[in-house]
Antibody, heavy 119, light 112 residues
């Protein structure tokens, strides 16, 4: 079964850090681009970051540039999101999702992990 | 950044009736390869988003044929020919032509 399972969310104080993980199974992870998308309470979906299949190219939404880092370990079939200098507005459910070519066609999504930034 | 604008934001529909959602982009989504890089997703209550339509008009695997996408350039439409109770949720269009990838605000479909 094709599956993405996020972990690493939790409650963190403003200015703190978290590292999210996304474990992939049931497909050839190294063949897919991967995304992080977040959903804040009462708001719409927001794309956060994307990484290509071999990890050599990354992109970010402006609001997280310089604070978040996307990476992957294809040997471990795992995607990561290192989140530093967290702000209240980063509070959201974070989804990882796969994309065959990096140009849409985001066909598999995880169930999400919740990040709450609050003092 | 490409701004995606959906309308309406709320859509009450009776079962069996058709529904239509509009999505407009601030720039053309037509790539030189001839494809429009516009997807549609549905987020049902309490669930992760699910993939409906890609390249503006191609249905994803397993998506019922009552869902259809159309449009080109900057104007796109998602149509549901006969709404069923299981179709409730928030529908999002998303452009993948360039980063940052951007979503529309979402359209909440509810059953009357």
């Amino acid at each position: 079964e094709v599956q993405l399972v996020e972990s690493g969310g939790g409650l963190v104080q403003p200015g703190g850090s978290l590292r999210l993980s996304c474990a992939a199974s049931g497909f050839t992870f190294s063949s897919y681009w991967m995304h992080w998308v977040r959903h804040a309470p009462g708001k719409g979906l927001v794309w956060v970051s994307r990484i290509n299949s071999d990890g050599s190219s990354t992109s970010y939404v402006d609001s997280v540039k310089g604070r978040f880092t996307i990476s992957r370990d294809n040997a471990k079939n795992t995607l990561y999101l290192q989140m530093n200098s967290l702000r209240a507005e980063d509070t959201a459910v974070y989804y990882c999702a796969r994309d065959l070519k990096g140009s849409g066609y985001i066909d598999v999504w995880g169930k999400g992990t919740t990040v709450t930034v609050s003092s | 950044d490409i701004v995606m604008t959906q309308s309406p934001l709320s859509l009450p529909v009776s079962p069996g009736e058709p529904a239509s959602i509009s999505c407009r982009s601030s720039q053309s989504l037509l790539h030189s390869d001839g494809y429009n890089y516009l997807d549609w997703y549905l987020q049902k209550p309490g669930q992760s988003p699910q993939f409906l339509i890609y390249l503006a008009s191609s249905r994803a695997s397993g998506v019922p044929d009552r869902f259809s996408g159309s449009g080109s350039g900057t104007d796109f439409t998602l149509k549901i020919s006969r709404v069923e109770a299981e179709d409730v949720g928030v529908y999002y269009c998303m452009q993948a032509l360039q980063t940052p990838i951007t979503f529309g605000q979402g359209t909440r479909l509810e059953i009357k």
